[in-house]
């Protein structure tokens, strides 16, 4: 119907100019301007994302990357993965855009608009890691509910804003305050108005951490649409699904957000360990906060043969939430034998950390070569899966890559 | 005289073969400008006009193709067209597809999306819909962990 909408204006506006009219529709327009109604359904056209990015679903839009297009050191806005709970806002007033801080501990609520927080509060920029929390969830068995994450739910693209600290600071926090919760223009998949697709948040400490953004920018430019713009939270190193996407407005709660998404299997793993497929009642499910140390090998890409006697230089990410990676080993032996690898301090806190090495493999044949990153608290990736849970979160078994020996 | 009246005859035939010409290519014209607007101008058929309107396979909801139901992608069994009736209207025939379940997560499911995500009760189709996926979409043992598979071999 849409389609047929669409083409029907085109039909208009071809008419239009052999009359030698004025086009109504262009005038009101902005440039470069189409509704998303009328757009061609062609998501990497829409989305400007590379064409070997995979669609997992198309209502709502979900994409992902492929372990090799995330090989750059600053993930470009052509490999960042789109994930999303509802419908894409398809009506963004800039001009008119504004953040309200309220809640039960805000002093006093405040209304910003968004070139008030440009102009008002210092701009930082931060490299930080975002990973969907399910990134991963298809390798999980029994299978978990929801879009089947392979590897690709994860990027490291250079931010700029201000600290939600310097806002929330601005509005004043009262001593009660316990969380703060996010909400967003995007529109529920039923499209009613009442309900809204996700609403979460973090406790006040991540809040309140330099690095936790009020973001505009993403490498140096506007935020793409489905990234978040005009404006987005980002707060490193959690579930991506904490850094909410076009929003209008922060509560500082009493309480722990209670939110759509906060509540139940979302978001949430068992607080005790359980056994694969075993049933877990709500309260006994804890929220998700720093996600697992973890690393991807980002090059060469997976089914390389070279030949007998070449070393094979690899490289890749290794990142770990909260915290930093301390060590980076490679096995191209199943996980008989691990080499340590040279890995690089993140540029800032929260930001991922590139390795290298350069590899010889002692006969012809097929080998995998296996990436395993250690934190700085000691944890290192699992070569099996981690522990189920529900929604199948936190996976962050050693990645690994085919090689044949030539 | 007769010279004048046969050179008045000759101006008059000029004028109405100049009239008509112009005429005509007035009408052309004019004919080619409709028909670059509507290419379906001269054709009767209301429905191929529809068709030519509307060149998405959302036309074509029903068709089948190798057993595929083309628009979703769910394959043609019994329980096919009561799941997408119900199951692509608020998100994508992709979010089901991806999923494996039991009967008894696929009906845990449909609670949940009836208590918080607006989805009516399915009355009769509720059982024919979870048969339909359970028997299509049986769920893979994965293990603790999966060979790598679907590899695409290339010389560094």
Redesign the interface.
């Known amino acids: 119907m849409k ?2 909408f669409f ?2 204006k085109t ?1 208009l506006a ?2 239009s100019t ?1 009359l030698g009219a004025e086009i109504v529709l262009g005038a009101t327009m902005p440039d470069g301007y189409t509704p998303l109604a009328f757009q061609e359904p062609d998501p990497f056209k829409m989305f400007g994302k590379d064409r070997e990015m995979v ?6 839009w979900n994409m992902e990357a492929q372990a090799h297009l995330l090989d750059d050191k600053i993930t470009p806005s052509k490999f960042m993965f789109i994930r999303n709970n509802g419908l894409i806002p398809e009506n963004i007033d800039v001009a008119n855009w504004s953040l309200t801080i309220d809640g039960e501990s805000v002093e006093t609520k405040k209304t910003y608009s968004l070139a008030e927080l440009k102009s008002k509060f210092k701009h930082y920029s931060y490299q930080l890691t975002l990973e969907c929390g399910g990134n991963g969830r298809s ?5 978990a ?4 994450w392979t590897i690709g739910a994860v990027s490291c693209a250079t931010w700029t804003g201000v600290r939600l600290r310097d806002v929330l600071e601005d509005a004043g926090i009262q001593n009660t305050a316990v969380y703060i919760g996010y909400h967003a223009v995007d529109s ?3 499209r ?1 108005p009442n ?1 809204e697709p996700i609403s979460r948040g973090a406790p006040m400490a991540k809040a309140l951490q330099d690095e936790t953004l009020l973001a505009f920018e993403m490498n140096g430019d506007d935020i793409p649409l489905a990234n978040g713009y005009p404006l987005r939270l980002v707060a490193g190193g959690w579930p991506a699904s904490v850094s909410g996407k076009w929003i209008n407005r922060i509560s500082i709660r009493n309480k722990v957000h209670d939110g ?1 998404k906060m509540m139940g299997t979302a978001y949430r793993v068992p607080c005790n360990p359980v056994g694969p497929g075993e049933k877990v009642k709500d309260e006994d499910m804890c929220i998700i906060e720093s996600m697992p140390v973890k690393s991807l090998i980002t090059y ?7 030949t007998s006697g070449k070393k ?1 230089n690899i490289r890749g990410h290794a990142w770990a939430g909260e915290l930093e990676v301390s060590k980076m080993e490679y096995s191209i032996d199943f996980g008989a034998t691990w080499r340590i690898c040279p890995l690089e301090k993140p540029s800032n806190r929260l930001a991922w950390q590139h390795f290298s090495a350069s590899i010889s493999f002692p006969e012809k044949g097929y080998y ?1 070569v296996w990436a395993r990153a250690t934190d700085s608290q000691n944890t290192a990736q699992p ?3 981690p522990g189920w849970n529900p929604k199948g979160y936190l996976n962050n ?1 050693s990645h ?3 090689i ?1 020996v030539v | 005289m007769d010279d004048n009246k046969n050179l008045f005859k000759q101006i008059q035939a000029l004028y109405r073969g100049l009239f008509a010409f112009v005429v005509a290519f007035a009408l052309i014209g004019v004919g080619l400008i409709a028909y670059m607007n509507n290419p379906q101008l001269f054709t009767s058929d209301i429905t191929a006009s529809e068709t030519e309107y509307v060149p998405i396979p959302e036309d074509d909801s029903d068709k089948i193709e190798d057993g595929v139901h083309v628009r979703t992608g769910f394959v043609e069994a019994d329980g096919l067209m009561e799941t997408v009736n119900n199951c692509t209207n608020c998100h994508s025939s992709e979010l089901v597809l991806q999923n494996r379940m039991s009967k008894e997560n696929w009906i845990a499911t449909i609670r949940w999306m009836q208590e918080t995500q607006n989805l009516w009760d399915l009355g009769g189709n509720e059982e024919i819909i979870v048969a339909y996926l359970v028997k299509n979409y049986p769920v893979i043992k994965k293990g603790r962990r999966g060979a790598l598979t679907d590899i695409e071999w290339y010389d560094l």
């Open positions: 389609r047929r083409i029907e039909a071809s008419m052999l669609v997992l679903n198309s209502k709502p390798e999980f068995d029994p299978p509910k929801g879009n089947q529920h998949l039923s009613d309900k759509t060469p890409k997976t089914g390389a043969k070279i094979l995998e070569m099996l899966l078994a690994r890559i085919a044949k």
